[in-house]
């Protein structure tokens, strides 16, 4: 008996250690109320700054054949350059308005990710085109690190032939122009700072 006495007063000890471990996990309704405001706040103020990327991009690319679409958390600003059939030389007359791009950026959103895909027309292997893909998404990367965007704010990735991001179904060659881009996608601030430039 007196054994078993102190293994049972050890046993409701324990259990009513962990019962008070368990109760501590559980977050008041007013901390959870404030933590939801805090990320309420934090997206709106994420959006609040895409919304001036936006309006600054269509201000600026006016003067240029690019299409400016806003998303949840980002923009994107397509049709900024075109290449070549198998190609991946940036061409003149895209560079000024890469250029306008670089300099609005560094200027007035020096925290945000840019992320540049790059894309090909249907002609050729997958795989070869995913490579031309990426070879035209780091020769319009490399130009805006050249015009003033930081190398840890930008990235390069490839789409390929990817039936679903082309322009014009199926089309190559000389009818396969609009295929054969680069776009960039602006994602709001904070994301920069996690981003590992693709090389």
Do not use: W
Not at 126 to 150: C, P, T, W
Request: a positive charge; charged letters at 20%; glycine letters at 6%.
């Amino acid at each position: 008996m007196n054994i078993r006495t102190p293994r049972t007063a050890l046993l409701a000890t324990g259990i009513l250690a962990v019962g008070l471990a368990g109760c501590s996990q559980y977050v008041k309704k007013d901390e959870l109320n404030a933590a939801i405001q805090q990320l309420q706040q934090k997206q709106q103020d994420q959006q609040q700054q895409i919304d001036a990327i936006r309006q600054q991009m269509q201000s600026q690319f006016s003067k240029y054949d690019s299409q400016i679409t806003a998303m949840q958390g980002r923009v994107s600003v397509d049709t900024v350059a075109h290449f070549a059939f198998n190609s991946a030389d940036l061409s003149d007359q895209d560079k000024p308005a890469l250029q306008d791009f670089a300099a609005t950026i560094s200027k007035y959103h020096p925290n945000v990710l840019v992320t540049v895909e790059g894309f090909a027309d249907p002609a050729g292997s997958r795989a070869y085109n995913q490579h031309l893909g990426m070879e035209r998404a780091k020769a319009v990367r490399d130009f805006l690190v050249s015009s003033g965007i930081s190398a840890d704010q930008v990235r390069a990735v490839s789409y390929g032939k990817d039936a679903n991001r082309q322009v014009v179904k199926g089309a190559s060659r000389d009818q396969g122009a609009d295929n054969r881009r680069v776009s960039l996608t602006v994602d709001s601030a904070g994301a920069a700072a996690s981003a590992t430039p693709t090389t």
